[in-house]
């Protein structure tokens, strides 16, 4: 960035606005954007030692105002119940409105640490370190399979009866975007085990179904693309759902049996309870499974106490939500309606999620 103009190196490394080059321009005419604390004009070129300051406004996003309730704590460990829409810690667009902060500022807890994430829309249980130590020591139980997760999710459709093994690879399809996708080419494994547990038909014809969850590795998004491949995707996603951006145009037909053709760059969805339940990130383990079994990421046995194929169901499947959660059973509510900030945090509408976990 030697001599290159201040102008042209935010407008095509920082493009983050609508007509970039006429943000930069205007923040330098009102000094928004300074180099060395003081005022620019827009031909200015860089040079070393520079130091560039941007100041900026911002209002963060809106999240549910449901309390964050503290479980257990206990040696060293606290388990909360992470609500809905709340990220787990402050980054991109989130400082005050994310679990750590607001543990700070209303239970006047400093300096936690994570040791596993729920995604921002998925409630659930989340365990927290008090100290390096400890977070370091729970983690490695989870890197080494001991944590078993278990997540229940409202979907689109059915599932077919007992226990459905999916096994496919998942890859990231657009870091910008934050989306992810089935394709075998370059994805990492990925296998979650659904069960049905209850479906409903609801006033405009479509079924909705409570799905358990059971992740055997950790993915990205793995739960909710998972149920995408099925063609059941979590019911009010706004990334994988039927109408998310990162939603397959059609939802895939379901085929029973071992080996069926796959379909690369599917999606999906999921209705889950709050953020900890089952979100990003979910399982830690990185067991594999293969087409006709599986294996636990906790302790290599069968979870499902048999092992093999008939006792997964539809164990092959290779057709077109992750909620994650520790300690012990977690739930979770739709949300909705709207809140002014006053003190409070406000409310915004999100996914309906549940995570069960295991510890």
């Known amino acids: ?23 930069y321009r205007e923040a330098m005419g009102k000094g928004r954007l300074r180099v060395n ?20 406004h911002r209002h963060e996003p809106p999240v549910t105002s449901h309390a964050v309730r503290i479980l257990a704590d206990v040696d060293g460990l606290l388990v909360v119940d992470k609500p809905p829409s709340v990220p787990c810690h402050p980054g991109g667009r989130y400082r005050r409105n994310s679990l750590l902060a607001i543990l700070a500022k209303e239970h006047g807890l400093f300096d936690l ?7 921002r829309l998925t409630s659930g249980l989340l365990l927290l370190g008090k100290t390096k130590l400890v977070a370091e020591q729970v983690r490695k139980e989870f890197e080494a399979g001991s944590v078993k997760k278990k997540y229940l ?9 007992g226990r459905t093994l999916v096994d496919q690879p998942i890859a990231c399809k657009s870091h910008r975007e934050a989306i992810h996708c089935i394709r075998e080419e370059d994805g990492k494994p990925a296998q979650t085990v659904f069960s049905s547990l209850a479906t409903c038909a609801l006033s405009d014809g479509t079924v909705h179904s409570l799905v358990l969850c059971e992740p055997l590795t950790g993915r990205t ?10 063609g059941c995707p979590i019911a009010n996603d706004p990334l994988y ?18 080996g069926v053709g796959g379909c690369a760059d599917s999606a999906s969805g999921d209705a ?8 990003e990130g979910g399982g ?5 499974v293969g087409g006709s079994g599986a294996g636990d990421g906790a302790d290599g046995e069968d979870p499902h106490g048999g092992g093999g194929e008939e006792n997964l169901g539809a164990v092959g499947l290779k057709r077109p939500q992750e909620l994650g959660g520790g300690g012990a059973a977690g739930g979770g509510a739709d949300v909705g309606g709207s809140g002014g900030h006053g003190g409070k945090r406000p409310k915004s509408g999100c996914p309906s999620v549940e995570l069960l976990t295991e510890v």
């Open 241 to 258: 759902g039927p109408l998310g951006v990162g939603s397959t145009a059609a939802a895939h037909a379901h085929e029973q049996g071992a």
């Open 153 to 161: 999710a409202r979907v689109v459709g059915t599932l077919p009866p």
């Open 1 to 23: 960035m030697h001599h290159r103009p201040l102008l042209e190196i935010f407008s095509q490394e920082f493009p983050y606005f609508e007509d970039s080059e006429a943000y």
């Open 37 to 56: 604390d003081e005022v620019v004009d827009t031909s200015y070129r860089c040079r070393d030692g520079d130091v560039v300051t941007h100041h900026v």
């Open 284 to 288: 830690e383990s990185a067991s594999r």
């Open 272 to 279: 889950l309870r709050g953020e900890g339940a089952g979100g």
């Open 221 to 230: 998004h793995q739960i909710r693309l998972h149920l995408q491949w099925l």
């Open 113 to 119: 640490h994570t040791v596993h994430r729920l995604d």
